[in-house]
């Protein structure tokens, strides 16, 4: 960390500000030029509070050099971690599709799209229970009775599922689910990141709408903190100006977080654009650029859909999808995970 | 709400469309130009899922023509709401200023900072006790304790008191705090907001980093749609390119609300650049902007702050530029309002 | 195109407003709903001035429903463009990589890299005679010099050039210039563009840094309209909130511009994150996502580059990059162009 | 500059590079820490190339400590500047009003709104002959005949007048006209800018849609770098994510620019939102935040208007609106410039 001094700094307050840097058990390097006086503190920064840096009078600039992040870094952690759900695996070469439905809407519809995924090669079962939708008016989920589909599914199919959970008051109802997404818009409700990082259960993370990779990655240490190591991280489409697509997929956030971090990375395509034509070339896209998974709607009547109807795939060209997955998957060199 | 049907549309597919819109309540007006077809939703749209029409096949595009928030909208309601905080308001001509530190730190702290703002004029007292914080190694409030200390300084001072909810599981803890905050992260925790929704407690609502003027209005409907009509809304900048600064002021935002909505809109100069010497220009525009309010950041100490010190004014600076803020909303034709 | 009128519009203005409509050849489709009252516009719309039915004061909005471009639409022409430079193709494909140093800085430089590059398989040389650089005090390119040096080289290799014009003074001067590249920062600059259009010279136009897919197009379309039909798009990277990479890839401006335009789509990793490593992994996902060529930075001493080193492959490891490529076109049953 | 090195970086390559920063005439700085080595660079590192040391295989980053403009920065010339167009004076306490339309479309037109903003109290003229427009369909001005019309309204009015240039080629067709405006997609046309730094003639310099602060004072810096310091920086909305607006007003903009530079700032209303009722709430704004001026389009008849209609204010609303800024300026201390 670099702190950068204002010119007319008086020396009395810099021997204070050398004396709490100090206190603060780190090493200060101070290096005085004509125009520029800066200070270097050396040893574990990452518990120093820039902003209190900043609110001195005599400090004009605060820049890091060092990641704010641990347990997610790779320096510290250079192999691949691999998350394992029940032996269905995410990572260090493995490679998931996660598929199914935008919403739980009825048995027969679960029933219909698991079967047909699971068909197609898909390694989880998705499908959102609670649903996080913009206008209080829209349909919110089955909410527990959906939860109770998507379990008996899970008995039917035998695979592993995902779903979204909400609230740090709802882990315990959630205990028989084997992933739990955080959607992008709690990716920064910390009060729930805590909880899951009690649990030991796989998480799958969703970038915000607007996060950083390194707020992402902060989110993630939020869960790694308190002892969870199974996090998947999944960018989905970040907010930008371009009105076409509701989101723009940030493929650079793939290479990037492989290198920043040792956690699996995983794709949604479906609501990176939030069309269903696009899944294709996004998911094509994703593997090329390294992700470890991809994360598909697929919906047996998108048009009756009661969410997320115009990003949902067909069973039909979700099967012709998971050909092309196939043969990519295997060009990159990774191994399809299954369940069974 | 306007559907565009794709050139090649078949006849029974159209037909069996119009007969879905009828089923739905609303009247279809049909109209087929030699390039274009549309379809006219007549009728109380808000309920329509836009995604289930995008995912018919013989759909191009769907337009809403009307605003999909009810409660908030000014259509409806009008004239200003006024909300009136045991007898402190803010709305309708009524302008307060919500002044106190970024987190609680201690008694001497925060009595410290109450007294001194009660004397400048300040109409509310804020406090976080519980921070949101990026980083889980960074401080994240005293919590309970300082929930005490700030219904402590409440009853010395008699200013009401703002401070942030993080979790509905924390509402009945918050009973005797006067106005709830809800934080930018949290703006689309959809669980907290409906849960606040079945509360008479006022909100203060942020918007989120990079949510737009509707996404905010749509959260605030989330509350009002349960039957609470108290609620403030609170621009706090957002997320743009730019460097120079945290976060980019949306000073359009004032007339944009106010003209949309009839709840009162409160600006934040302190988090909206993150610098102090930036919040007195900024809160002079927020004036002149339309606003009914300002939420701004006092420390004692900043230096010494546990977060966010590079924004915070000391109570010298506070004090200078509440006079300002007086004469700025008098030429406004605005009342200040104050305590007892 | 759809106007939308306020809901108390009175049916003088109406009328008038419909009449001046017919007056524009167009025709009118009127229906008044209880709510809202709507006016189809039919005919070709792409010279209506939505600015100035906005600003009738009996208008609320105005939609567009059919893209305001024509030359570079698919709509009307169906079969992909490619661009034939001499016998070297791009699109339909064919896919090329361009490849060559930020800036030309001597001949020694020049040459050592176009031998280099062409041995690997680029099909065509680049290489910066006018650079635009941020600061007036950064090396601003040899000019005229360089523009001799790049001749030089195209003869002694063979390969076709491409450089960048800065004006529309300059295009006598790159009349033996095989691709004309507009910057992304003269995107706009519509004087160029209308000069380039009476040429019938090969233009690759790089995307606006903050440019819709919308905007894009239209620039192709000021070209096209002059009669140029040989253009060529390259998206490198856009501006967003990030901090980590210069700009974000945006990768689904590759499946979009190549379904909403039939011209040919070239990716520019080197610009996009700014970085040398992540040439590659964009690259793949480039080629994944259907694009027709990649656009390199090489050079054979990056950190003495006299512009953008940090992006900068060696030839070394450009030529490792042009194996992965080669494969994998060859996956996605592209055919490498190659001059000669 | 503060270079900070990779902790493997070997000691002779460090050497290497130590030796190049001599050589450039730079005092290093050298300072090893147990995680991290930092090279501080002292002296004038305006013409050191950060992407050539980024290339640097030792580099892991580099940070500019100290502004990159220095002819625009207020560190080396701290006394406001006022720029003087025959005696109507911006900046320095001198308040501007420039006014007119978006195009000039006829004599009658200009001729009429030229003599009503006079009166109401506009210090300059503005309408546009030449337009940039997004489609090549769109009105593209009067061109070198609007320019005539400008030139005789400036005779009968007395009015200094505005109007954007497009192409260096311009600049002599433009030697009657006071202020030369740069549009906001020339900003970095560097050729023109360039060339206007060899005249004296003011420059109003409007910034890029997603130009940073930087950027747009380095843009100004190669106008003053060429040695003309009669350069008037124009704010006129950002691009972002909210739908609801055209451009994001970008208010901090005013106080951050006063601040890091000595020229004037004037304010665009009009194109910041593109809604005529949005120009008086953000003028008021401007103003209050510290502006020198504002530019406003004003059009007699806006629903014929040839371009920008929907936010030009008619005659009758632009004169209530200089009531508003009148009071206002002197509310804020400063003296409204007029004509004569």
Redesign the interface.
Known sequence: M?V?LKKDAQKAKIDSLLHTIDAWGL?A?Y?K????T?I?L??DT??V????L????IVS?V?R??E?YKAANRRFHPEDTVVDVGGVKIGQGFFSVIAGPCSIESEAQLTTIAKSVKQSGAAFLRGGAFK?????????GMENDGLKLLLAAKKMTGLPIVTEI????QIEDFEDVDVLQVGA??M?????L?ELGKTRKPILLKRG??S????FL?SA??IM??GNPNVILCERG????????RN?????A???LK?QSHLPVVIDPSH??GI???VE??S???????ADGLMIEV?NN???????????LTPESFDALMGQVAA?AA?EGKVMSRHG
């Open positions: 670099i950068i090493k390097n290096s030029g004509d125009e520029t800066i270097g050396i040893g990452s518990k509070d820039t902003d209190s900043l609110a001195n009078e600039d820049r050099i060092s704010p996080p939708r913009t206008s209080p008016y829209s349909f919110q909400m609230s740090e008051t818009r709690n920064q409700n910390f009060r729930l805590k709408l607007s950083t990779i390194e707020e902060m240490e939020y903190a308190g970040i907010r930008t100006f371009e009105t076409m697509v723009t997929l940030d493929i650079s793939v290479p990037l290198r990176a654009a269903a034509w696009m070339p996004l094509r896209a994703a593997i090329a650029a390294g919906h998108p048009k009756e859909a009661k969410c997320d109807g115009a990003q949902s990519r060009f």
